[in-house]
């Protein structure tokens, strides 16, 4: 009897962890084509900084396939929503092809937007509000946005900016309940949802070895090379961390060594974050099967396969 092949796999992890080659084998292994989950690996350009392993993507001679990496121009807002809208495109074509679409990738708002089906609409700009909410403290702010009711994920409210905008979508979708939104699109009815995690210190490791390759790739230059086109210093922040803090170097605001420390410090950080995101996934009902970064690769292949076999 054939074996049916799953709706969708996901592959996740912390960032360094191996994921995209992993999920490039797998994908192989089952004829699928892999679409990333990678908040800034959509922007053209960005490629060190953002991680682009193209090479990862050859298995055994042949290239598999990927979508929604460099679909957008440097100095472009992508969001979650964009990113569902592309995703839902992009699962649909996987799958008319009778192919495996498989998710990749460390962003937890873009994997969860997915795997829980969120309900989004492009909310936007609402000027007079944003007035209106200029004015108030951040408690304030709180407690306008928890008279909103329950959200439909877990909404970043550390920041002004980001506190402001999470009112504005939910006064937005509570003034036009059943508006048509990204719910309409096909989406993937369940995912073997597969997670690859280093130890503490193996990942420390990892993490420190793949940023002295990619500063010795050329991470400073490509950095240079936005800021030479025209991309504002200060749009640098919206890019994450690596753009950030050679940004500042550039600027004469760090040494080499002291930006050196702060990339390795805060990717670190990062990398704990996004685990601590994966374990919240855990508890709001997503079963992670977790493989350890420890196994060969061949190990972790044969573990994958028997999990999809079952699915």
């Given amino acids: 009897m054939e074996q049916r092949k799953p709706d969708l796999v996901t592959v996740l992890g912390h960032t360094a962890a191996g994921k995209t080659r992993f999920a490039a084998i797998l994908a192989h292994r089952l004829g699928g084509e892999i679409i990333s989950a990678d ?41 979650v929503y964009r990113f569902m809208l592309d ?49 108030k403290d951040m408690k304030t702010l709180r407690e306008i946005l928890a008279a909103h009711g329950p959200l439909h994920n877990i909404t ?33 009815s369940a995912s073997l949802v597969l997670g690859i995690r280093y130890d503490r210190e193996n990942r420390r490791r990892r993490i420190t070895q793949r940023l002295d390759e990619r500063l010795a790739g050329g991470m400073v230059e490509e950095v ?3 800021l030479e086109r025209g991309i504002p210093p200060e749009r640098m922040e919206y890019y994450g961390l690596e753009y950030r803090i050679i940004t500042r ?26 685990m601590t995101y994966f374990r919240g996934m855990e508890k709001r009902g997503i079963v992670i099967h977790w493989l350890e970064g420890e196994m060969t690769e061949q190990e972790k292949i044969e573990k994958a396969m028997a999990l999809c076999s079952v699915t």
């Fill in 39 to 79: 908040s800034r690996q959509v922007y053209r350009g960005m490629d060190l900084g953002t991680g682009k392993d193209y090479g990862d993507y050859l298995v055994d001679g042949e290239r598999v396939h990927f979508h929604l990496i460099d679909i957008a121009d440097a100095g472009e807002e992508y969001n």
């Fill in 87 to 135: 995703f839902k495109e992009a699962y649909g074509q996987i799958r008319k092809k009778g192919r495996v679409p498989v998710m990749c990738g460390g962003t937890g708002l873009y994997l969860e937007s997915v795997l829980r089906n969120y309900r989004l609409v492009g909310v936007p700009v609402n000027k007079a509000l944003r007035e209106e909410l200029e004015g």
């Fill in 156 to 188: 970043d409210t550390g920041s002004r900016k980001r506190l402001i905008r999470a009112i504005e979508i939910a006064e937005y979708q509570h003034d036009r309940a059943g508006i048509s939104g990204t719910d309409d699109l096909p989406s993937p």
């Fill in 224 to 226: 240079q090379g936005l």
């Fill in 249 to 274: 170097y550039l600027r004469k605001e760090l040494t080499f060594e002291e930006m050196h420390m702060k990339l390795n410090t805060a990717i670190h950080r990062f990398a704990k974050r996004q």
